[in-house]
């Protein structure tokens, strides 16, 4: 219950925010050009329903969505649900692999921060992961776009390929992007990671683990780290919701035709259907991700029930 009014919530908010924004879709293409009367316009905003209350196309807008027909976009007349669809799976990639590379480097790097609390080595970690969360993801993307050209004459490979077309060029389409998200990400999840496990280490079952001369290995993966997971588990809901907001600007400067750009492109254009759509597709994915977590819960943690 608390998902679907989550969702209801969100998508009222979008609805109404970016019609405070000035101008609408008509002004936007026709008017701002002069090549219409204000009588035109008023009369393109009438076919298109945009002269009626707010609350009355809000109304239209949910029903129709809670029936599976999300509209045509008000710039392109195209169907909304056909550019969801063409364009999901790119950013799916891209998210998925910018968690699992945040992941893969920074449980690592965390654990070995923790077991190395206070030395040299911890202290240079440390400082790296300060620098990654104070990084801006753009500033790093555009980096990676000027520097190697400068230097070495490379840029990142220009018009995109799906996995099924050319998986090699598709990687490297989908890697860099991801890579560049994933630092803020690994920043984070390494900070949570390395203070967790100290938490965890000061517990009185891992000191009888040491007690008992378990090695290592079995101490901090079997014992430590598994009841270290669960702050990593509450945050990577919170982070992907981070995620799908950074792929509207590393989409645009990569040149990647997936949901951010999309999104992008109707803020700009003022197409409320389009936006609308993308908005309520994002708070369904981020509230049903948010679900999944708290239901994983007990399989980290026995000790955790729900009834």
Known sequence: MLAIMTIIGASLLVFFAIRLAPGDVVEVSLGEAG????????EVKHDLGLDEPVYKQYLTWIGSAATGDLGNSLWTGRPVRDQLTARWALTAQIAFAAIAISLLVAIPIGVISALKQNTPLDYVLRLLNVLGQAMPNFWIAILIWTLPAIWWG???????KTLAEDPAKNLQQILIPAGVLGVALAATTMRLTRSSLLEVLREDYVRTAWAKGLPLRIVVV???LRNALMPLVTIMGVQFAALLGGTVIIEQVFALPGLGRLTLDAILNRDYTQLQANMLVFSVVIVLLNLVVDLTYPIIDPRIRYS
């Open 35 to 42: 090549r219409l009367s204000p009588e035109q316009v008023q």
């Open 154 to 160: 490379w840029t990142p490979p220009l018009g995109y």
């Open 222 to 224: 079997r014992h430590a």
